[in-house]
C-alpha cells in the first residue's frame, strides 16, 4: 500500500472516532512511547536471545509495531512530513558519525 492512501485512511479513521483534537504532537509522542513499551514488554523475562520466535510471538510484535507506526505516521502527517524522507535524512546523517564501541 502506498504511503498517501494509508495516511488517508488513518486520517478517515482518526476524523470518524473525534480523535483529532487528542492528537497532538506531545500526547503522540506519549503513545509511540507507550506502544514502544507494549513491544518490549513481550521480551520481558526472556532470559535467552532467541534467534527463533513463535508464530503467535511474531503476529503479537509486527501488531505492536504496527501502533508503534501509526502513531508516527499521525505524528509525521501533524508536521507535514513524508515518513521516508525522514528516515533517509536520518540515514544521511549517520553515514557520516563514527561511534566508538569499546570492546
Known sequence: MEYEQL????IDFRDSRG?????TLPALARAVSVEAGE???LFLWDV????D?????V????????????YCYYMC?????QPNDIVQEKLDINKNRHWKFDK
Request: aromatic letters at 8%.
Open 39 to 41: 513491544l518490549n514488554e
Open 53 to 57: 520466535f513463535s508464530d503467535k510471538s
Open 77 to 81: 502527517e501533524k508536521l507535514g512530513v
Open 7 to 10: 495516511i488517508s485512511e488513518l
Open 59 to 70: 503476529d503479537n510484535m509486527k501488531l505492536e509495531l504496527a501502533d508503534i507506526l501509526t
Open 19 to 23: 480523535w483529532n483534537k487528542y492528537h
Open 48 to 51: 535467552e536471545s532467541k534467534k
